[in-house]
């Protein structure tokens, strides 16, 4: 079944929402439903929306899965704490990574933090919560890429011909499919979101295990987040649809103390684009660029190289799995 986009630039906002709040309310009935809040922009807008629609009937978790921003859990709780949202947050960090252990193929832990969200976390919640419903973020471009098979999105599951009443135990609510990125931040303005939860930019759902390529390890991970950090505080006043560090699976030469060493490289990335389907990178300054990799090599010292990426998308992509 094909879905029909609705065009931001088209958007009645104040109806989407109505409609959205509607089918929500008239599908879980008096059923009970749940959703995990990341604190990216669609699982913010969405979880907002199903508050809206559902008040108490919707009970939204944080899951910790250990490949997070810096920080990010307790922000994203106590952001929605002051919106009148209580959100439990829950540790399943070992579970991540045992499922990501030796994976080094992008689709292959694509799939293994999916199956360890939908099959193990969030079935053992539905059966503790009695739930029916899970609400989630899936946009129309989460869609586009899985179909073209572009990568597997770990939010796509119809489309590809799986039932996730069967595979999983319940059923999927996608209020926001039928829109892009810029869709989805008029609906979270709409909603009364904070400017900084709907127009903060996108970050993955299989998180910083989609900036490590090769092997996922807690110490990758580890390094990663730092290396975000760096680059998200020096890029936040730029004007880009999305920034971010990479760690490269190959060590590089590098020098330290006078004495040859191999070490790890960053690479960065940062992204004009309007819905990402298709980015042109970012013509960052020298300046910018030197001080970015001047902070990285100095704060991580396992990292010796810092590049750039300058290819668009095609034929790049955003993320790098």
């Given at each position: 079944?094909?879905?029909?986009?609705?065009?931001?630039k088209?958007?009645?906002?104040?109806?989407?929402?109505?409609?959205?709040?509607?089918?929500?309310?008239?599908?879980?009935?008096?059923?009970?439903?749940?959703n995990?809040?990341?604190?990216?922009?669609?699982?913010s807008?969405?979880?907002?929306?199903?508050h809206?629609?559902?008040?108490?009937?919707?009970?939204?978790?944080?899951?910790?899965?250990?490949?997070?921003?810096?920080?990010?859990?307790?922000?994203?709780?106590?952001?929605?704490?002051?919106?009148?949202?209580s959100?439990e947050?829950?540790?399943?960090?070992?579970?991540?990574?045992?499922a990501?252990?030796?994976l080094?193929?992008?689709?292959e832990?694509?799939?293994?933090i999916?199956?360890?969200?939908?099959?193990?976390?969030?079935?053992?919640?539905v059966?503790?919560s009695?739930a029916?419903y899970l609400?989630?973020?899936t946009?129309?471009?989460?869609?586009?890429?899985?179909?073209?098979?572009?990568?597997?999105?770990h939010?796509v599951?119809?489309?590809?011909g799986?039932d996730?009443?069967?595979?999983?135990?319940?059923?999927?609510?996608?209020?926001?499919?039928?829109?892009?990125?810029?869709?989805?931040?008029?609906?979270?303005?709409?909603l009364?979101l904070p400017?900084?939860?709907?127009?903060r930019?996108?970050?993955?759902?299989?998180?910083?295990?989609?900036?490590?390529?090769?092997?996922?390890?807690p110490?990758?991970?580890?390094?990663?987040?730092?290396?975000?950090?760096?680059?998200?505080a020096?890029l936040?006043?730029?004007?880009?649809?999305?920034y971010?560090?990479?760690?490269?699976?190959d060590?590089?030469?590098?020098?330290?103390?006078?004495?040859?060493?191999?070490g790890?490289?960053?690479?960065?990335?940062?992204?004009?684009s309007?819905?990402?389907?298709s980015?042109?990178?970012?013509?960052?300054?020298?300046?910018i660029?030197?001080?970015?990799a001047?902070?990285?090599?100095?704060e991580?010292p396992?990292?010796?190289?810092?590049?750039y990426?300058?290819?668009?998308?095609?034929t790049?992509?955003?993320?790098?799995?």
């Amino acid at each position: 079944m094909k879905i029909k986009e609705i065009a931001a630039k088209k958007m009645n906002t104040n109806k989407f929402i109505e409609e959205k709040v509607r089918e929500i309310r008239e599908t879980v009935g008096d059923g009970f439903a749940i959703n995990a809040l990341s604190g990216g922009v669609d699982s913010s807008v969405v979880t907002a929306l199903g508050h809206k629609a559902l008040g108490k009937k919707l009970k939204t978790y944080f899951i910790d899965n250990g490949i997070m921003r810096q920080g990010e859990p307790a922000k994203v709780a106590a952001d929605f704490k002051k919106l009148g949202i209580s959100i439990e947050v829950l540790d399943a960090s070992k579970a991540f990574f045992s499922a990501l252990k030796g994976l080094t193929d992008p689709e292959e832990k694509r799939e293994a933090i999916t199956q360890t969200f939908y099959k193990k976390i969030f079935s053992g919640l539905v059966i503790k919560s009695k739930a029916k419903y899970l609400l989630q973020g899936t946009i129309l471009t989460d869609v586009d890429e899985t179909v073209a098979g572009i990568k597997r999105q770990h939010n796509v599951f119809e489309q590809l011909g799986i039932d996730p009443q069967k595979a999983f135990g319940y059923k999927i609510l996608e209020p926001l499919i039928q829109l892009r990125k810029d869709g989805v931040r008029k609906a979270g303005r709409g909603l009364g979101l904070p400017e900084g939860m709907f127009d903060r930019i996108p970050f993955p759902g299989p998180a910083l295990a989609a900036r490590v390529i090769g092997e996922v390890t807690p110490e990758k991970i580890a390094l990663v987040r730092k290396a975000t950090a760096i680059t998200e505080a020096a890029l936040k006043d730029i004007k880009a649809f999305q920034y971010l560090a990479i760690l490269h699976n190959d060590k590089v030469t590098g020098m330290r103390n006078k004495k040859r060493v191999f070490g790890n490289q960053i690479e960065i990335r940062s992204w004009d684009s309007l819905d990402a389907r298709s980015a042109k990178p970012t013509r960052l300054s020298f300046d910018i660029l030197e001080k970015i990799a001047a902070r990285i090599t100095k704060e991580i010292p396992e990292v010796v190289s810092v590049t750039y990426n300058i290819t668009t998308k095609p034929t790049s992509t955003i993320e790098a799995i």
